[in-house]
């Protein structure tokens, strides 16, 4: 792969003596092995130690919390931890957020959204200009998804499926939370905000304008990574709302508005309003989180019968196997009640589409594409699923696509009617190359 992980332990000053670093001799076998099947010292008490996990020179410190007993419950569920701005990942170190993770064996994975005082905002945009100070060179979301989550489902113990992973933030943090489980809702059994910032719209601050813009400058930058703007994406996620009455940071509206907008998708959640609690993280939340949390872990996280998902401003996203490319970032697109049998597209520009691996390989099927609003039909014919996948190059529209295995003719083809002629795109699958050993996700696993 083009991509290193370099790995740093420092011993966490200050705390008691059970909280320790990992010794040279460790990173050099994590380095040699990226395996949870190393060998661990068990501990009767839990421990933080302290890592940094440098992506692409973009290296920022990571706390993991291995909880009492560790590691004796293998493998373990995860809850990544998301620090609001200013705070730091010691807000994490709390007696009854320990305990919590010991009771329920989870291993806790404390990030922070800033570098200097830089904020990301959890974003997935890179190169943030901020007066006096530095830019993050790789977008946080690149940081995570690539550098974070591999190093820790390869060095410890943990599950590897969506079931086993959940992000829990605290305000700007909480944020991070909701956006990134939107983005990879695929990846995560849960998201829990705490006094989050849920919607950029009604929120200002220099951090804000920092990564976005100046309000109203570029809506769409803003709109492409805000948690209310992509809640459509999150079907099927254990979702939990948390915010004080009283809180003088972030307006309770934030939780309130997300709370509204899950109610009208029709996806159940947990929203609560702690009456004269201010901006803060309190006992009674991290206990309600780990709850739910446990509730989720129980269970394999499967992708919801019919899921939809919205993106705008990334290329190549792919998200329950689905791969979406297009060529004009800032425009939305939307694929609606998603499943084999079909599903409806909404996109400001042509699209190429490769769904999951839901077809017998070299079968061939029957697809229809007709338009959204008149049902005319635009295409139909056959196309072979090559690996169980069927591609499709769909062009800027709304559309609903049905999909269905019959037995054809070998000369039927996928054409459009001579009187109906659709606009033609260049092919953005044939130039595109996977990298050695990477996973089939995203932009950053393919070269152009």
Known sequence: MDQWIVLRSWPLKGHCQHRHGGLVLGILIALAQLTPTRAWTAHAQGSW??????????????????????????????????SGWAMGLGMWERPELEQAADAAHVLLVALQGEDEGVPSYYSIYSDLPWPGGSTWQVSFYDWFFQGVLPWVEGRYPVRRDPGGRALVGFSMGGKGAFSLAAHR??????????????????????????????????????????????????????????????????SP????????????????????????????????????????????FRSPRRPPDRWSYRFAMVRAPTVYGMTVMKADLRTWTELREVAPEGFEIRSGDPITLITPRWYPSGARLLVRIQDKASGAAAREGAVIARGGRVRLDVPAGHWRVAIEQRTLAPSEGLQAPSDAPLPTMPDPVRPLRRKPLCPDTDLICYRF
């Open 49 to 82: 130690e302290s890592w940094t996990v440098d992506w692409q020179g973009e290296a920022h410190e990571v706390r993991v919390y291995r909880p009492a007993g560790f590691p004796s419950h293998r493998p373990y569920p995860v809850a990544y931890l998301l």
């Open 253 to 296: 509206v934030h939780s309130r508005r997300m709370h509204q907008t899950l109610q009208a998708l029709g996806y159940p959640h947990q929203w609560e309003e702690i009456p004269g609690l201010g901006h803060e993280l309190s006992p009674a939340q991290i206990a309600r989180i780990f709850e739910e949390l446990e509730r989720a």
């Open 185 to 250: 809702p695929d990846l995560f059994a849960a998201a829990a905000s705490i006094a989050g910032v849920l919607d950029l719209n009604v929120h200002d601050s220099q951090a804000i304008r920092a990564v976005y813009g100046p309000r109203g400058a570029d809506p769409l930058r803003s709109a492409a990574d805000n948690p209310i703007e992509l809640a459509p994406n999150l079907k099927g996620l254990s979702l939990m709302l948390f915010h004080g009455t009283a809180d003088p940071e972030v």
